[in-house]
């Protein structure tokens, strides 16, 4: 019986195993049998469209089901704009079926570059026509930092009437803000929580002073910040520096004010030091 039993399970073994040699020999695998006749796409085709995927994928399927190099349609489709993954897979007997993913841009990142939700860094024709989104920018390195400060100047913002339009990070540490009318912010590389704080309480108030137009404004000091205007006319065309606030030291081409010193108490020094630049 055991023998029986080891010879019937030798004939199967050795039937897989002469079988695709069979196959191959009378042409049943060969590489146009069983053409892919159907394309089964799933996707949002919200920037990916139907026409794009199917002419990726056409010169793949010009074989035989078993001939088809899924590897190969991942790799197509991949390299469309805007998709984030890619799924394939053959059904039995002629069909190719895609899941396809797209990127969801949230931030532009730098003067060609898209931040995707899910924190991924991409390149798209035709992204400078979505408008809206956050303008950040710095060393990739440091895109989670980036992230994050934006989200933190939007929350010290908030309620303040000052619109942020992007976050920038310099090579070397410096932080700056971009304004929804284009003006800029210095805050450098120090006390960002600190002046973000400043720039919310005291900018609102001097923007709607006398209707003249912010160009940059400079948080860098220790007790005080610059402010650079940009007149809607002036009788030479250039252009006024201030720096705010309230003790003065005048010079012949601009005027230097500082914030107040704070009041003594219990839980603060000796009252604010002189303007140093960090």
């Known amino acids: 019986m055991n023998a029986l039993v080891r010879a019937l399970a030798w004939s199967i073994a050795v039937a897989l195993v002469g079988l695709p040699l069979v196959a191959v020999l009378n042409g049943w695998l060969a590489a146009n049998r069983w053409p892919i006749q159907r394309l089964q796409v799933t996707a949002e085709f919200a920037r990916v469209s139907a026409e794009q995927v199917s002419s990726a994928v056409a010169g793949q399927t010009q074989v035989g089901f078993f001939a088809l190099d899924t590897d190969a349609v991942h790799r197509a489709v991949m390299s469309l704009p805007w998709v984030a993954e890619v799924e394939v897979r053959k059904q039995w007997p002629d069909v190719l079926q895609l899941r396809i993913v797209e990127h ?144 003065a030291a005048m010079t012949a081409s601009k005027a230097m004010y500082f914030l107040p010193p704070p009041q003594p108490s219990p839980n603060i020094g000796e009252g604010a030091k002189r303007r140093t630049e960090t």
Do not use: C, K
Request: charged share 20%; glycine share 12%; net charge positive.
């Open 104 to 247: 969801h841009a949230v931030a532009r990142w730098g003067a060609s570059r898209l931040l995707s939700d899910r924190g991924e860094l991409f390149a798209a024709p035709g992204s400078t026509l979505v408008q809206g989104l956050p303008e950040l920018s710095g060393p990739d390195g440091r895109l989670a930092d980036v992230v994050d400060f934006d989200q933190r100047a939007r929350t010290a913002l908030a309620g303040t009437g000052i619109q942020l339009r992007g976050v920038r990070l310099s090579p070397r540490g410096s932080w700056s803000l971009t304004l929804a009318d284009g003006s800029r912010v210095l805050l450098g590389r120090t006390d960002s929580a600190q002046r973000l704080s400043r720039l919310g309480q005291y900018l609102p108030t001097l923007l709607g002073s006398d209707g003249r137009v912010l160009e940059r404004a400079d948080l860098r000091y220790g007790n005080g910040f610059a402010l650079r205007w940009q007149p809607a006319a002036s009788a030479h065309g250039t252009e006024l520096l201030q720096v705010m606030q309230v003790r």
